[in-house]
Nanobody
Framework: QEQWVESGGESVQEGESLKLSCAAS????????VAWFRQAPGEEREGVAA????????YRNMDIKDRFRISRDWAKKSLYLQMNSLKPEDTAMYYC??????????????????????WGQGTQVTVSS
């Protein structure tokens, strides 16, 4: 069941920046865990970044943490993903998701997001070299 609406995906050149947005209804937005996932062609979907209701944030790995930033605007009921220094390997369909929790499992600086139940339809990001 799709309850997030993503926007902002487009085709950019390597090294450029892009900011993705997604919005949701009040009940969906207020779920404990909110996150960004991505799925490249032929690959499994992977969690990129997540935030819990208390503002605690986790990123997939150090490379993502150095280049991306997840944020949330409570007034606009919107979730954002600022992506800097984009690489061709960042090319994927990006999705918003939310879940009552738990949000993630992290070990040694690498985090995997648990299965999230509420999704959007995705927005395509393509990075060319």
């Amino acid at each position: 069941q799709e309850q997030w609406v993503e926007s902002g995906g487009e085709s950019v050149q390597e090294g450029e920046s892009l900011k993705l947005s997604c919005a949701a209804s009040e009940p969906t937005f207020r779920q404990f865990c909110v996150a960004w996932f991505r799925q490249a062609p032929g690959e499994e979907r992977e969690g990129v970044a997540a935030m819990d209701r208390n503002g605690l944030i986790r990123y997939r790995n150090m490379d993502i943490k150095d280049r991306f930033r997840i944020s949330r605007d409570w007034a606009k009921k919107s979730l954002y993903l600022q992506m800097n220094s984009l690489k061709p390997e960042d090319t994927a369909m990006y999705y918003c998701a939310s879940d009552p929790g738990p949000c993630w499992n992290c070990q040694d600086g690498n985090c995997q997001l648990y299965h999230y139940k509420t999704w959007g339809q995705g927005t395509q990001v393509t990075v060319s070299s």
